[in-house]
Every structure is written in C-alpha cells, then in structure tokens.
C-alpha cells in the first residue's frame, strides 16, 4: 500500500491485515479477480470503519464479503456490482464488475439497483481520495 492511502486512512479504524494467501483463496472460491490496489489495502488493513476525511465508512472485511452480498441478494437485485462496504446510511459501495476496470461505485441500498449505482472512482485509491474530500 502506498503513502497516500496509508495518510488516507490514518484516521481510519483498521482490522488486522490479510494474507495474500487469504486474498488469493478468496478469488478462488468467489470466482472474482480483486483490483489490485483493493488487494493492497486488505493486506494493510482487512476493512474497518471510521471517518475517512469528513466521511464515514464501514469497509467489510474479507471473510464477510461473500455473505454480506448473499444476504443483500446483490446478484438478484443489482447484477454485476460486488459490494464491500457502505456509508453507514443508505449508500453501499461496490465494485461494478461488468467493466474490466471495475469503478467503484455507490448504490443505494433502497432499491438495490444497478441502474442506481454512481461512479465514484477508477481507483480504490481515487475512492479513497473522493471521501476524503466529501
């Protein structure tokens, strides 16, 4: 992870890191490819929540990733977003996996509808960057 998103974070509330190994078991058994500065940022920290600048976030861990887009019914209501994480009001992120590049994405949760969903950055980086300035 690099410096910008370590100073992002820095009054974050992280969860342990990650392994690679974890990461990779993960990509195994979902089927889905993380960005790699995603992948980067669970290996620093594995989710948390806090302010991220004036915004608030609940970034999920890893290990709940799988079911918290199960239980939200995601590929049912919203196909091709992943979400990890919300706003802690109505607003979930996700990435939009229909693209290669995956943009990072909110939704809201009422209704969980892809057609819903704004780009919020190209990066996880950029995203972090993006609540920062909110």
């Not at 820095?10 to 500065?37: H, K, T, W, Y």
């Not at 290669?100 to 969980?112: D, H, K, Y």
Request: proline content about 5%; aromatic content about 12%.
């Amino acid at each position: 992870m690099n410096s910008l998103t370590k100073k992002l974070t820095s009054e974050f509330n992280v969860n342990p890191p990650v392994s690679i190994e974890a990461i990779r078991q993960f990509e195994r058994e979902s089927g889905m490819s993380l960005r790699e500065d995603y992948a980067a940022f669970l290996m620093h920290s594995n989710g948390g929540e806090g302010f991220i600048g004036k915004s608030y976030a609940s970034l999920w861990p890893l290990e709940d990733l799988a079911e918290k887009n199960r239980s939200y019914q995601v590929a049912d209501y919203s196909p091709g977003l992943y979400l990890f994480g919300s706003d802690g009001g109505g607003g979930a992120f996700a990435f939009d996996i229909r693209s290669n590049e995956q943009p990072i994405v909110c939704v809201p949760f009422i209704p969980l509808d892809s057609r819903e969903a704004q780009i919020l950055a190209s990066t996880f980086e950029g995203f972090l960057e993006v609540l920062s300035n909110s």
